[in-house]
């Protein structure tokens, strides 16, 4: 359940604070006055997308931050890496820069928006003002079914077994080609698998060659280089070279140690110094026979990199992916010179997962059918309590092709009078008539999620009078169940409401201000009066109000 809600710098809201509670709490104001920032607010904290334009003018940055409770498992916590509040609080944080960066953060911790977008999913069900337009999509329609029908098991088994059907058809065009491309492919791929063959390709080879062109290019300059440093360790006819000179104090410090114990353990360094100065020189004399080489190496070497280039920009960025061309050449050919075989066992397992598919489809289409007798009674059960007890609503089933979603297409149909067939809700459904149906729907449907919080944005669009009473009542009613947050312009549903907040604007100096304010039975019934009569509030619209509340009262002790 969402506790509070704590909004800055949105929009016209520089600050607010609002504290909510169980049950049916609705917001009112005038038009304008920043009721529906309410819900955008909401909408940010959970996730949602939102624009640098939220930020409001003049500020550097908008926040928002939503307090739960009792509503995450402490698997949750534990799977997602987050620190579990002592008092079971969960608090939720976004903040959008004016520059249109956004930060997200759940009891403290930094987290990506999907992940707030996923969360925010378990927390609250928002239903816009536009969501009611979602009946008059009928690719909205199965999706509608299936969740009342709790279909995700079946729908999920459906989806792997038609996932592997598509693949083997796909696999089976594949192989679907004309004799005469079936030749011209063949010998490309012959032409591809000897080039690369004959090249002999060893991985880590052309960094070698690299290597040693680069060492014999420069061989002349590092002969007489390495020549010399040879010399200086060896000693050469002319001198003597390091290692003999080394050599030479060693035994002098070794032959005067008897002396002096410092000068034994220098001639022990010494030594040390001449095993390495003759391990150098060992090392050099290696390297040194490294830069003899036949006059043709070089070029031998230049035309096998020029090779390799050469196979890179056809097969390749590297040894390792010139070889993974040649065995998916090796692979596609085998596919071309023995196609019919595998032709006729990709089609052996086709069928097989066709049956397999089609028998899942069955189950989940039977499923659907099922679910539809009863949704189609609760949904009109739930209409007629909305004030259309005339109205019929019907799931039309029509058997089509295997997709991702099973075998059926699904629409919900709907008859505004009695005596009419059914018809495409888009067709006939008002503005007010898709309002109640999708509340109707979302009262169903409620029953099969764990959401423990429901905003509706202006439910009352296109509806007044006894039917706007009726959406009242059972927005209240669904509030027994769970948490339910509603904006409306209409008396007939704030009536109904367990808390009542007030959305005001106001002007300071060139800025303008929005508040949110909890009403009292007095603030209520001038509210109510307001929202009756406009201005013109009386001691007569004042006294129809408390009335208006007494009866919604004595409605909800009934219930």
Not at 144 to 171: P, Q, S, W
Not at 521 to 534: C, N
Request: one cysteine or more.
């Amino acid at each position: 359940m969402l506790n509070l809600l704590h909004i800055e710098n949105i929009a016209v809201i520089e600050k607010a604070d609002i504290e909510f509670d169980g049950g049916l709490s609705v917001l009112t104001g005038e038009t304008g006055a920043g009721k529906s920032i309410v819900i955008d607010a909401l909408n940010a904290v959970t996730g949602g997308r939102v624009s640098k334009d939220i930020v409001r003018t003049g500020a550097k940055a908008a926040s928002v931050t939503a307090v739960f409770t009792q509503v995450m498992s402490d698997e949750w916590y534990e799977e997602n890496g987050i620190e579990k509040e002592d008092d079971d609080q969960l608090f939720v944080m976004r903040k959008i820069s004016a520059d249109g960066k956004s930060s997200c953060r759940i009891n403290g911790t930094p987290v990506s928006v999907s992940q707030l977008k996923e969360l925010g999913a378990e927390l609250i069900d928002i239903h816009g003002q536009n969501d009611g337009r979602k009946l008059l999509d009928e690719s909205f329609h199965l999706k509608y079914l299936d969740g009342y029908c709790g279909n995700d098991a079946e729908l999920g088994e459906y989806k792997e077994k038609y996932g592997v059907l598509k693949a083997l058809r796909a696999e089976l065009d594949a192989l679907d080609m004309d004799e005469g491309e079936k030749e011209r492919r063949a010998d490309m791929l012959k032409f591809q698998i000897d080039e690369i063959e004959r090249a002999n390709i060893v991985v880590g080879e052309m960094d070698e060659k690299e290597a040693r062109r680069e060492l014999l290019k420069n061989a002349s300059r590092l002969t007489d280089s390495v020549d010399s440093v040879f010399s200086a360790l060896w000693g050469s006819d002319r001198a003597d070279g390091a290692v003999t000179l080394t050599e030479e104090a060693e035994r002098e410090l070794d032959a005067s140690s008897k002396y002096s114990d410092k000068l034994g353990e220098l001639s022990s360094k010494m030594a040390d110094v001449k095993y390495a100065l003759m391990d150098i020189a060992e090392e050099i004399r290696d390297f040194r026979d490294e830069l003899d080489f036949s006059p043709g190496e070089l070029d031998e070497i230049e035309e096998r990199i020029s090779t390799l280039k050469r196979l890179m920009r056809k097969y390749g960025a590297g040894e390792e992916e010139i070889l993974e061309t040649l065995e998916r050449a090796k692979e596609e050919l085998d596919d071309i010179e023995y196609s019919d075989e595998k032709k006729l066992k990709l089609e052996k397992k086709l069928k097989a997962a066709l049956a397999d598919a089609e028998k899942c489809a069955k189950a989940l289409s039977e499923s659907r059918k099922a679910g539809a007798l009863t949704l189609e009674k609760r949904i009109q059960d739930e209409l007629a309590h909305l004030n259309m007890k005339g109205v019929k609503f019907k799931v039309s089933f029509e058997k089509a092709e295997l997709s991702g979603t099973g075998c059926d297409e699904v629409r919900f149909l709907m008859s505004a009078n009695s005596g009419e067939e059914p018809g495409r809700i888009a067709k006939i459904a008002s503005g007010g008539e898709l309002s109640r149906i999708m509340l109707a729907m979302k009262n169903v449907l409620a029953e099969n999620d764990d959401v423990g919080t429901m905003v509706f944005d202006e439910i009352d669009t296109g509806v007044s009078g006894i039917a706007a009473q009726r959406v009242g009542e059972k927005l209240w009613e669904l509030g027994i169940k769970r948490q339910v947050l509603c904006v409306t312009h209409l008396p007939q549903i704030a009536v109904m409401a367990d808390n009542h907040f007030v959305v005001e604007k106001d002007s300071a100096g060139e800025r303008t201000y929005t508040r949110v304010s909890a009403l009292d039975t007095e603030g209520r019934k001038a509210e109510l009066s307001r929202l009756t009569g406009g201005d013109n509030i009386t001691d007569l619209t004042l006294d129809s109000a408390g009335q208006q509340l007494a009866a919604a009262q004595k409605y909800k002790e009934k219930k």
